[in-house]
């Protein structure tokens, strides 16, 4: 069994940034080290939404389009840690993150392209 333990979250003003961290325990020799990992989040009343996405290497990286060129996502496979640097934030960013283990080596925009999933992390951005 996996687990994924969001940190990071917090509140902070628009235009501010934050740093999100995904650390996984378990057995995570496999997951880590094979697979791809996103972060993905959700606003109340809302559907989850496809944040970011890295492959299991890190080499490649996609992004969802409302926060491109302001989130950064990447991973540390030797640590068993994803993380996700956010700077440049919105009060629309505001949401519950969560980060999320890929069934295969690439990650995906699809949440059911995943198999193992934290239990979130507060952002809350202010105006």
């Known amino acids: 069994q996996v687990q994924l333990v969001e940190s990071g979250g917090g509140l902070v003003q628009a235009g501010g940034s934050l740093r999100l961290s995904c650390a996984a325990s378990g057995r995570t020799g496999r997951i880590l080290s094979n697979n791809g990992m996103g972060w993905f989040r959700q606003a109340p009343g809302k559907e989850r939404e496809f944040v970011a996405a890295?492959?299991?290497?890190?080499?490649?990286?996609f992004y969802g389009d409302s926060v491109k060129d302001r989130f950064t996502i990447s991973r540390d496979n030797a640590k068993n840690t994803l993380y996700l640097q956010m700077t440049g934030l919105k009060p629309d960013d505001t949401a519950v993150y969560y980060c999320?283990?890929?069934?295969?080596?690439?990650?995906?925009?699809?949440?059911?392209?995943?198999?193992?999933w934290g239990q979130g992390t507060q952002v809350t951005v202010s105006s």
């Open positions: 890295i492959s299991w290497r890190g080499e490649s990286s």
């Open positions: 999320a283990a890929a069934r295969g080596s690439y990650g995906s925009r699809s949440t059911s392209e995943y198999r193992y």
